[in-house]
């Protein structure tokens, strides 16, 4: 395991003391530096966001969309606001979200074209893997939506980050990917170019909630937010955490490489709200529509 001039200390999850054990889990969710988040994220497009008033309970309103929770956080100017992800798939149109007690909510999602990509790939088993290699996945595959569904009560810290490399942006998100000619799920994350080596940081305080070597990913991270907010760093060359491990915005979770399913050193970053994964260019700020 790698060292990273962050100084990380161990934070493990049932012997760290936060704001949210002291009993302030919102905190910790205040709109950071006065943005107001709605301005910010509200990207209501299919793999986009959209932030939805909730209005001025005393309480946080708890509030899905479809089978999933979604984040609530108070906004700078005070009110509730939902921030839902939008899944790929979804049609463009009226939508509603459901608030505990108090019914639907709508919410009109608009419409984006995303563009293709084609990929020549030397393994031909990174397209079409053997009955070993696809049970391998699958097995693989669950973990992953097991951990994107997740929704911790606490945090998140913060909504709107950093990118967590310094290189420029190679591929952006929702391409439409064809592998050696055969079209493949969409791009569900931002590829930055990076050296092998590059440190990786996270963008906001949170848990480690996988620490593994995947079959197309490769050395892979997630890390858990807090209500459904999950990042997720793959094609790493080293870690530099744990599972388990409590992590701070700017810590060091792993080296950018080239393992798995990739063509050369970089690093692909995703962002999942409510288990729907979402362009991260939202939340740095490079959103283009």
């Not at 009993?23 to 990207?43: D, M, S, V, Y």
């Amino acid at each position: 395991m790698g060292q990273s001039d962050f100084s990380i200390t161990r934070r493990r999850l049932l012997g760290a003391t936060s704001m949210w054990a002291l009993g302030a889990p919102w905190l910790a969710q205040a709109a950071p530096q006065g943005t107001f988040i709605e301005r910010t994220l509200n990207k209501p497009v299919p793999g986009g966001v959209a932030v939805v008033d909730l209005g001025e309970a005393a309480q946080a309103p708890r509030v899905s969309l479809g089978a999933h929770r979604v984040l609530v956080i108070r906004d700078a100017d005070q009110r509730w606001k939902a921030i839902a992800g939008i899944d790929l798939k979804t049609a463009p149109g009226l939508h509603n979200l459901s608030v505990h007690g108090a019914g639907q909510v709508p919410f009109q999602v608009g419409s984006k074209r995303y563009r293709e990509q084609r990929i020549t790939l030397k393994n031909k088993s990174h397209v079409n893997p053997d009955p070993q290699q696809q049970a391998r996945f699958e097995r693989e595959y669950k973990e992953q939506m097991e951990a994107y569904a997740s929704f911790r009560t606490e945090g998140p810290s913060n909504v709107v980050f950093e990118k967590p490399v310094p290189g420029r942006l190679t591929s952006p998100f929702g391409l439409r990917r064809f592998f050696n000619g055969e079209e493949r799920n969409p791009h569900s994350g931002l590829d930055f170019a990076a050296a092998t080596g590059t440190q990786v940081r996270v963008p906001a305080d949170g848990v480690v909630s996988i620490v593994a070597d995947y079959f197309f990913n490769g050395k892979t991270v997630f890390v858990d937010h807090g209500q459904g907010l999950i990042t997720m760093y793959c094609h790493l060359s080293a870690f530099d955490v744990r599972k388990g491990d409590a992590v701070r915005k700017g810590d060091v979770v792993g080296r950018s490489g080239a393992t798995g399913r990739a063509t050369g050193p970089h690093l692909h970053w995703n962002v999942s709200l409510n288990n729907a994964r979402v362009d991260p260019a939202i939340f740095i700020g490079t959103f283009q529509p």
